[in-house]
């Protein structure tokens, strides 16, 4: 290739003709690459550096804490166990099948959605397969092949005494467990040796276990501590004053004798019999005494068994630490059943149910709970049977997460179905169907309309239709069934009436116009909040009828007219951005105004509002968190509500950051799908050119 | 190929009739008095100075710029305050614009089955084999899919002169059609335009392109601050033109 410059240089006008061709070469090594793109990104200057090792540093450090955290101490149970309520809340057990369905509807929707427009990449179909066969097989696995970790109860006569609490070992313990089920027990001789090792015991404890262990935890302690004391006095550093404070606190310090010694631990035999618990028969009786094997039992069916641990000699003093394998917590759990609002909304009759859960596994029995003695058997509660120490890595794949991906499984594997059929049969129907006579694919028509009917089923399915589905009582609507409905619903709702103020502000008619700008404005100078207790409190003085509408509608009803405010000036602001020749175009070809603003104006305003309105959807989904505050029990509230309980306090952390990526997994997803609508389809082109 | 129907008024009256048109913006006397006849299969092209009101004026024509004094008469209906007049003499008229105004969210082919459809009410089947016909006739029958954004400005401009075609319009009305364009796409969308000019299309034409006019026009009407300093055939505006105004013009841009 020749190249023709004029060359100005020295004010001559000459022409240079270069008929070279310089050889085309790769790049340095350094130019290109990933080590290129570490060393112009991460350590380009010697402050880039400074920069990165120390991000590096506090990532790292954040992460590993959080990471030790969330296997060592977090205790994610509570999110297992509560799950169902914080999808649904207490939506009625006998409706919950419209919830599945409706789940699977708008599994396929999505399914026929990705046939017809974004076309999924054999990577993702991959990543996704393979994932759902690694919850399930790794369920499977780590059910099968990690042990669980053995449960520690105390037995014997001694009150084990340790600061404020006090606590005698009780004599029977009732739990649940699964046909073909082993339980063992032994004496938990290695813990028994000496208080260094009793302090060591880790899993879940009773009260009596967990106070031995902790009594020889704080002996340890105050000996430890009495040792610092004595090195600091014996140092020469220290002032009059500094010394004769740690005497005083050296003098309060006392090193009681050996919890082991105290309780003659693991010395008295203890006498065991393992119990059905609807008949009572022993299955399984013996002695234990220290180094003895451990006593075995099957267990013949589901339900309910008593471990009875006596001591041999009933005048004998002392206590024995017992290792369990096969008993686990149990959470009681009692609800109502047939709650539904009859034709005349009444709440027909219900009938309230126990359920005792396996925390470990969520195996469930409405067995009644034996009462010996007419008096109902301690059972291994989680609150008395709390882990004691931090899990060990197999523990927290056995107790958190192989229970987790238990209960999620299945709900993901229907999705994962309904997905594929729906994906499947986007293109079946193009098969067999003729191209329709916008030529455009069948399928897509099909997807359209079920996108749009889609809001109407899932109003349907929830709430019930007329005399075909009875209603739901909606004040049983909760978790995220209620956010996805109320978010669902106020964008719907709202969106024709955003796009009606919207063209009424700029309305030629000053009623209209007038009118739309003060709603807007007054509308958009009041928090939500406020929005929502208006419906709630002022809604009834306008009009008493309105007092019976259910709380749901009335919260529905006001982020409605909330959102609809700023949705209008979304799509005042898309419809300025509108090239005022693209009117004067559709006008000179006749067309007239409402034709113009249905056909030129609102499409390619939407489009350019597009980014601004998946904003306003993402930022809705989580706005109606709000409604807790007027007594919902959407997410959050639903999430709230759980910390309160008695068996879940202090575990906060675990549900707020499992709702957490909740919310941010949905909003990802609606902003991934966004960027791909974004960059394709006749928009692209146009907001190409707009930016 | 050339099937455009021309149906004259039938007394042999004038395609465009206006009289003694005034028009301000606030207080700025845009068009001072303009009486212009356009006879059937005419083409005109107005020409002059920036802000001397040629566009103005051809705006005024289809109502997308409403005159305040004067009177205009399109294919015998008068244009006044009257919706159904306004609309009946748009259906008429047909105009392309500098900047194109293509509809950028929709096809090609949508773009001109649009009005057809919507004010003609015409069958999607047939307004679709006469958009196929006509982006055949302005040179591009391939690219009816594609969505005006991935045009060149020529093939955009000729697109645009397809859809105003698709009406079926009596009267064509060109504003500056070629000033956004490069120069290299000038050509294609005259050379449609002299077609149409040879089609018997009646046709009033802003532009600054002296041989189109000099090619194509029955009569050029040189506009200078809201009225019109001197009209003529070709032959007589570009070598006898008589107004000091004029002459002053044309030795610059010749």
Same mark, same amino acid.
């Given at each position: ?19 070279? +061709? ?300 017992? +290792? ?5 917590? *149990? ?49 291994? *509660? ?201 009117? +004067? ?107 | ?14 395609? *465009? ?55 205009? *008469? ?101 504003? +500056? ?78």
């Amino acid at each position: 290739m020749a190249t023709i410059s004029d060359s100005r240089s020295g004010g001559l006008a000459r022409s240079v003709v270069n008929y070279d +061709e310089p050889p085309v070469k790769s790049p340095p090594l350094l130019a290109v690459g990933p080590l290129a793109w570490v060393r112009r990104n991460l350590f380009h200057s010697w402050f880039d550096t400074i920069l990165t090792l120390v991000s590096a540093v506090v990532i790292i450090s954040v992460l590993s804490s959080f990471v030790a955290w969330a296997i060592g101490q977090a205790n994610w149970a509570v999110v297992t166990f509560n799950m169902r309520l914080l999808m649904l809340g207490r939506f009625p057990v006998d409706a919950e099948w419209r919830v599945a369905l409706l789940t699977a509807i708008g599994a396929f929707a999505v399914g026929m959605s990705l046939a017809v427009w974004l076309r999924v990449s054999r990577t993702i179909v991959l990543i996704v397969t393979l994932s759902l066969a690694f919850i399930f097989i790794s369920a499977s696995l780590i059910t099968a092949y990690v042990p669980q970790s053995p449960s520690y109860v105390a037995a014997g006569n001694n009150e084990i005494v340790y600061s404020a609490s006090n606590e005698t070992p009780q004599a029977q313990l009732g739990f649940i467990a699964k046909a073909g089920e082993t339980v063992s027990v032994r004496m938990a001789d290695q813990y028994a040796a000496n208080d260094p090792s009793l302090s060591g015991v880790y899993g879940f404890s009773d009260k009596a276990a967990a106070l031995l262990a902790n009594a020889a935890a704080n002996r340890l302690d105050t000996a430890a501590r009495i040792e610092s004391f004595k090195a600091q006095l014996s140092s020469d550093l220290l002032t009059t004053g500094q010394r004769a404070r740690l005497n005083t606190q050296l003098a309060k310090l006392e090193v009681p004798p050996a919890i082991t010694e105290t309780y003659t631990l693991n010395q008295t035999p203890i006498k065991i019999r393992i119990l059905r618990g609807t008949t009572l028969e022993a299955l399984a009786t013996g002695t234990l005494t220290t180094g003895a094997p451990a006593i075995k039992v099957t267990l013949p069916a589901d339900g309910w068994y008593v471990l009875e641990k006596i001591p041999a000699d009933s005048e004998a003093k002392g206590a024995a630490l017992l +290792e369990v394998g096969g008993i686990s917590p *149990i959470l009681e759990r009692s609800f109502t059943v047939s709650g539904d609002l009859d034709a005349g909304g009444n709440i027909t009759a219900t009938s309230r149910v126990s359920q005792y859960i396996r925390v470990t596994d969520n195996f469930t029995t409405q067995e009644i709970r034996p009462a010996p003695d007419d008096k109902n058997v301690p059972m291994a *509660i989680l609150i008395d049977n709390a882990y004691r120490g931090n899990h060990t890595f197999p523990d927290f794949l056995r107790l958190f997460v192989a229970p987790f991906f238990d209960v999620i499984k299945v709900p993901l594997l229907i999705i994962l179905i309904a997905t594929v059929i729906g994906y499947i049969s986007a293109d079946l129907i193009d098969r067999f169907a003729p191209p329709s006579q916008k030529k455009q694919r069948t399928s897509r028509r099909v997807v359209t309309w079920l996108l749009i009917a889609f809001p109407v089923i899932m109003f349907g399915l929830v709430y019930g239709v007329g005399n075909v589905l009875p209603l739901t009582d909606t004040r049983r609507w909760g978790g995220l069934l209620l956010t996805i409905m109320l978010t669902v619903v106020a964008i719907i709702a709202s969106f024709p009436l955003g796009v009606a103020l919207a063209l009424g502000r700029r309305s030629d008619l000053p009623v209209i116009s007038v009118a739309s700008t003060i709603y807007i404005e007054i509308i958009r100078g009041v928090p939500l909040i406020t929005v929502l207790f208006m419906a709630q409190l002022l809604l009834p003085l306008v009009n008493p009828s309105l007092a019976e509408m259910p709380n749901v509608f009335r919260a529905m009803i006001a982020i409605t007219l909330f959102n609809a405010a700023y949705l209008a000036e979304n799509v005042r602001g898309g419809l300025q951005a509108i090239p005022y020749g693209q009117q +004067e175009a559709a006008k000179a070809l006749g067309l007239n105004s409402w034709q113009i603003t249905m056909n030129i104006t609102l499409p390619q305003a939407l489009r350019v509002i597009f980014p601004a309105l998946v904003g306003m959807v993402i930022s809705l989904f989580k706005d109606t968190s709000l409604v807790t505050i007027v007594g919902l029990l959407d997410l959050t509230g639903t999430a709230q509500n759980i910390v309160t309980q008695t068996e879940f306090l202090g575990l906060r952390r675990e549900t707020l950051l499992f709702i957490t990526l909740l919310y941010f997994g949905i909003s990802y997803v609606i902003a991934g799908v966004s960027r791909r609508i974004e960059t394709s389809g006749a928009g692209a082109t146009l907001l190409a050119r707009k930016i | 190929m050339i099937d455009q129907q021309q149906t004259s008024p039938s007394n042999g009256e004038p395609m *465009i009739i206006c009289r003694q048109i005034n028009k301000w913006f606030g207080e700025f006397h845009v068009l001072r008095d303009v009486s212009v006849e356009v006879a059937p299969q005419e083409v005109v092209v107005v020409i002059g100075p920036s802000g001397s009101g040629k566009s103005t004026f051809i705006r005024c024509i289809n109502r997308l710029e409403e005159h305040q004094e004067g009177t205009i *008469i399109v294919d015998g209906i008068e244009l006044g305050n009257d919706l159904r007049n306004i609309a009946a003499i748009r259906r008429e008229i047909g105009m392309v614009f500098q900047q194109f105004n293509l509809f950028p969210h929709k096809t090609v082919l949508e773009n001109i089955t649009l009005a057809p459809m919507k004010v003609r009410h015409t069958s999607r089947d047939k307004a679709e084999a006469k958009a196929k016909e006509l982006l055949a006739r302005v040179g591009i029958p391939e690219q009816a899919d594609k969505y005006p954004g991935q045009l060149s400005g020529g093939q955009q401009q000729r697109v645009a002169i397809a859809r105003a075609l698709a009406m079926e319009p009596k009267i064509m009305l060109f504003d +500056e059609p070629t000033s956004a364009l490069d120069p290299e796409m000038i050509k294609e969308v005259l050379d449609v335009m002299k077609e149409l000019a040879r089609s018997g299309m009646t046709m009033l034409v802003v532009t600054h392109e002296m041989s189109f006019a000099r090619e194509v026009a029955d009569r050029i009407l040189f506009f200078d601050q809201g009225r019109i300093v001197e009209q003529g055939t070709p032959q007589y505006f570009f070598e006898e033109a008589q107004h000091p105004r004029t002459k002053l013009f044309l030795s610059q841009i010749l």
